[in-house]
């Protein structure tokens, strides 16, 4: 619980339910599944808010989900790691748990992600896959990493999981890129349209 209050994070509701979790977290077992339902009853948030703000605290790093499933192969609670809690070897009882698809480095707190730190490669390359038809060159991906690590520094943005925050924050760049042009296209039909004022004026002048 100490260290999840000392734990900065972009969002009170978020921080909020950071310490539902820590407060429900075994630190002998490492275990910690709350169920939805409990976190909802807990916080006075709404279910849609509480998965919402859930997915936020995986993005930027703090925590990762569990699907936890019963021997008969339904699903019951999810189970949660704390990233920035020293881990434990325990597993959550009452379910097997599926391993998470991500290998993150973690820290054991959040922190600056330094001046000179570098997307790892295959975390390029994911994004590469993802968004074949964007500009996802050397020259953007430096870009977007130079433009990540700054706004990190000028607002005190600190982070358990670089490659987790880094990665959210090149996606939004690069979804950013497919609705550029047709904002720019919209923007010249009202600027200078065929039925725009502007077009009419021009028109009356060429006559």
């Known amino acids: 619980m100490s260290l999840a209050i000392q734990t900065?994070?972009?969002d009170p509701l978020a921080k909020l339910l950071l310490l539902l979790l820590a407060d429900r977290h075994n630190g002998?077992?490492?275990?910690?599944?709350?169920?939805?339902?409990?976190?909802?009853?807990?916080?006075?948030?709404?279910?849609?808010?509480v998965i919402t703000k859930l997915g936020k605290l995986e993005d930027e790093g703090f925590i990762i989900?569990?699907?936890r499933r019963r021997p008969n192969g339904s699903r019951t609670s999810n189970s949660y790691t704390l990233l920035f809690v020293p881990q434990g070897a325990g597993d959550a009882p009452g379910g097997v748990q599926e391993p998470?698809?991500?290998?993150?480095?973690?820290?054991?707190?959040?922190a600056l992600p330094p001046e000179n730190w570098q997307p790892?490669?295959?975390?390029v390359a994911k994004i590469r896959s993802r968004y074949p038809h964007h500009d996802a060159s050397d020259d953007t991906i430096c870009y977007i990493t130079r433009e990540?690590?700054?706004?990190?520094h000028a607002k005190g943005v600190r982070y358990v999981d670089f490659n987790a925050a880094w990665r959210n924050n090149a996606e939004k760049?690069?979804?950013?890129?497919?609705a550029r042009p047709a904002a720019a296209r919209f923007g010249?039909?009202?600027?200078?349209?065929?039925?725009?004022?502007?077009?009419a004026i021009r028109r009356s002048l060429n006559e």
């Open 8 to 10: 900065k994070t972009s």
């Open 28 to 49: 002998d077992t490492g275990a910690c599944f709350p169920s939805i339902a409990r976190l909802t009853e807990d916080s006075d948030m709404s279910r849609r808010t």
């Open 65 to 67: 989900s569990h699907v």
């Open 100 to 110: 998470h698809p991500h290998n993150r480095k973690r820290l054991t707190t959040p």
């Open 120 to 123: 790892p490669a295959e975390e």
């Open 148 to 152: 990540w690590i700054d706004y990190c």
């Open 173 to 178: 760049h690069l979804r950013r890129q497919s």
């Open 188 to 199: 010249a039909r009202k600027r200078g349209g065929a039925g725009s004022l502007s077009a």
